[in-house]
């Protein structure tokens, strides 16, 4: 995995979706020292290539002086090189002059809109359509990158059609994401989707996506084929993200995901003290996330997916674990397992029912009655 470290300028966010458990509105926002100690720490840190993600809460809070400089610092560097830059917005607050700044160093956007306006504004609260798609424009006529994150719900589930069909006829990318409960209260409970639910999700959107990959890219599956083909995952998800991304809260605090941002008991040390890797493993938190990997380890040791899986994410085993009075108990794989090994076995039956199919010389898919224009060895060559 390429060493990602995320940048949380505030938990701060001037939306209200319903769903949301990671806003603070009494957040500070991070000064641009943080920016500097964050670099002169990653000097000694780690020696290769670093990708950055401003997420929030709302990142552009932090305003146009801060990313100014922030980009300046973090490319100009002299030891570790970056790798790229993202940023995770709803571009509420983004104007013309900060998308020059942001084409002019190569910031990839994403942005979260789930479906057609009546949808989404019913999840997200009114009005956010509107500006969301403001601010998207306002990136596109600049030449900035931007795709779309659909969160999907226990009540958007039922629309998947109407939201694929969204995406598809405006020619938007988008990635999926299951609302899911979280450590920081139940406000999302009533929204998150079963595992099951979220299994049956995936089957049928990979399902439309085989008609449209000429069209449209849903990054997940893109993933999940590959991951499935070389039997590594390729998304931080499936793969073991501990100690390969860190997120930074607005004092400089080191936490393992944005995820934890925010939480005292996850915190790992501090930028300003520019602790090694091996202080960062004397945490709380890496231990915990560590107990999260012995565990998986073990309790899916006999599972087909395991190398591409890993026992899905930590933080979502975190939160099965503890969550709502369960404190103390066992820790356990991320709680989307069914959702995971639907999907997975999905991709493997196909892909074997095709390599089956031409090895027989019919040529996968068509001659077999079926009407889907491409097929999972498409989406497994797809370059990422
Ligand atoms: S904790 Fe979960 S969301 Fe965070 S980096 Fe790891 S897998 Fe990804
Ligand atoms: S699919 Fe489930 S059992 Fe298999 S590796 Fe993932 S979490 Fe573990």
Known sequence: MTFHVMIVP?????????????????????????????????????????????????????????????????KNSKTHKEAGFSLQS?????????????????????????????????????GYFDRTMKGYKIAIENGVRVSFISTFTSYSKDFKDEIYN??????????????????RGNNAD??????????????????????????IEIKDFDHICKSS????????TFADCMGDTLAIGWNGNIYPCYR???????????????????????????????????????????????KFCRGGCPYNGIVSSKY??????SISVDPQCEAYEMIFKEVSDRANKEFLNSSLGMFPGK?????????????MLKRL
């Open 190 to 215: 009533k929204w998150a989707l079963t595992s099951q639910e979220h299994g049956e999700l995936l089957i049928g959107l990979l399902d439309s996506y085989l008609n449209d990959l000429d069209k």
């Open 166 to 183: 969204f995406f598809l006829e405006n020619r938007y990318n988008f990635k999926l994401h299951a609302a899911l409960p979280s450590l």
């Open 367 to 379: 001659k077999q009655g079926s009407n889907k224009k491409f097929t999972i060895m498409d989406l």
């Open 260 to 306: 934890f941002v925010g939480m005292d008991e996850y915190i790992m040390g501090n930028v300003y003290n520019h602790p090694s890797m091996e202080g960062l493993m004397k945490s709380e938190a890496w231990n915990e996330l560590m107990e999260f990997k012995d565990h998986a380890d073990e309790s899916c040791r006999e599972c087909d997916y395991i």
């Open 324 to 329: 709502r009075g369960k404190i103390n108990s």
């Open 229 to 236: 083909f070389i039997r590594h995952g390729t998304l931080c």
């Open 90 to 126: 709803n571009l509420w607050l983004l104007d013309e002059k900060l998308s020059k700044l942001f084409f002019e160093y190569n910031v990839a956007i994403s942005t979260s809109i789930d479906g057609p306006k009546e949808i989404n504004d019913y999840q997200r609260g009114k």
């Open 10 to 74: 505030t938990l701060n966010c001037p939306s209200n979706c319903k769903y949301c458990w990671g806003s603070d509105k009494k957040s500070k926002i991070m000064d641009i020292q943080v920016i500097r100690e964050i670099d002169k720490w990653l000097d000694e840190f780690r020696d290769d290539h670093v990708h950055f993600t401003f997420h929030g809460g709302e990142p552009l809070l932090a305003g146009y002086d801060f990313y100014k400089e922030a980009l300046s610092i973090l």
